[in-house]
């Protein structure tokens, strides 16, 4: 017995995307939350250690007679360490989306009626929110990134300090 399957004729149109389950839903906005959490978390441990570092670089080299080199590269050293201690502060400061009390966030709902909160509720906005989170977890990534970049580029000025005021 053979099985004769047929194939649609084409219409020109493309065919619709498949609906995405309530499961692939949560699975998405998980997996971007936990991204969040995680580099919130990376941010967190890097903030502690660059506020001591800098602490500790400006108790060191305080009333210090340094030589013109050394005091070059450690205002360069330290001020890349600063630099990146914003952009550490700048991944952790909360950031709500672009659009901040935007129909579909909690920013909003703390401000309409009840009868706003039931209506806004029952509008599906999971693709937007897993979008918006996926924007928030992508600025923090790289502003995490570039801190620890600037923290690695700030070694080499420090060390070339520390070489200079040794000499």
């Known amino acids: 017995m053979t099985t004769q399957t047929t194939v649609p004729a084409p219409t020109g149109q493309p065919e619709p995307a498949p609906a995405a389950s309530d499961a692939q839903w949560t699975a998405a906005r998980t997996e971007v939350t936990g991204e969040i959490r995680q580099t919130d978390a990376k941010a967190g441990a890097l903030l502690s250690a660059l506020a001591v570092t800098v602490a500790v670089l400006t108790a060191t080299v305080q009333g210090r007679s340094l030589t013109g ?51 806004d509720l029952a509008t599906d906005r999971r693709a937007e929110r897993i979008q918006t989170l996926s924007r928030i977890a992508r600025r923090k990534h790289r502003l995490l990134r570039r801190a620890i970049h600037l923290t690695i580029g700030a070694l080499v000025p420090l060390l070339g300090a520390l070489v200079a005021g040794l000499l």
């Open 69 to 119: 080199a050394a005091t070059a590269l450690v205002w360069l050293g330290g001020g890349a360490l600063v630099v990146a201690l914003v952009m550490v502060l700048l991944a952790i400061c909360p950031m709500l989306g672009p659009a901040e009390g935007a129909r579909g966030s909690f920013l909003y709902w703390a401000e309409c009626l009840p009868e706003q909160l039931v209506a």
